[in-house]
């Protein structure tokens, strides 16, 4: 198999037993790689996710198609997603930005949720909407 760490060209990859789980790792502030979580266990002050950020921010960002570049991890490649200075333009809270201050990433776990909770309120107002057209009916 050979070394069970690759680190290079702007990636680490680590070789995994045949089957095995995996789980999301990132980076923290202070570069240290540091595996994900979402249990209760480790979060304080839970508030319903519209009091923090406004969810109909998702429909302002640009879903844009790219190669990467030579020095990404993956030069040449055809890929889509958001624009790390794009989505900090329009919302810092959604990006992360380096040690120089410059966007480098999104923040896809809070983006994701912003998707959800849009979703959620499509879902209900579509409810509402069926039951409107039931009662005229």
């Not at 789980?21 to 249990?39: E, G, P, R």
Request: hydrophobic share 40%.
């Amino acid at each position: 198999i050979g070394s069970p760490v690759y680190i290079g060209n702007n990636t680490i990859r680590v070789v995994l037993a045949s089957g095995a789980l995996v789980d999301t790792v990132s980076l923290n502030a202070s570069n240290d790689m540091i595996k994900v979580v979402s249990s209760r266990r480790w979060k304080v002050n839970e508030t319903p996710f519209d009091q923090w950020l406004v969810s109909k921010l998702i429909y302002q960002l640009r879903p844009t198609a790219f190669d990467w570049g030579q020095n990404s991890a993956s030069p040449g490649l055809r890929d889509g997603g958001l624009i790390a200075e794009d989505v900090h333009a329009l919302e810092p809270r959604l990006a992360i930005t380096n040690d120089a201050g410059l966007p480098s990433n999104v923040r896809w776990q809070v983006i994701h949720t912003m998707m959800l909770q849009e979703l959620q309120r499509h879902e209900r107002r579509i409810h509402e909407l069926e039951e409107t057209l039931a009662k005229a009916a």
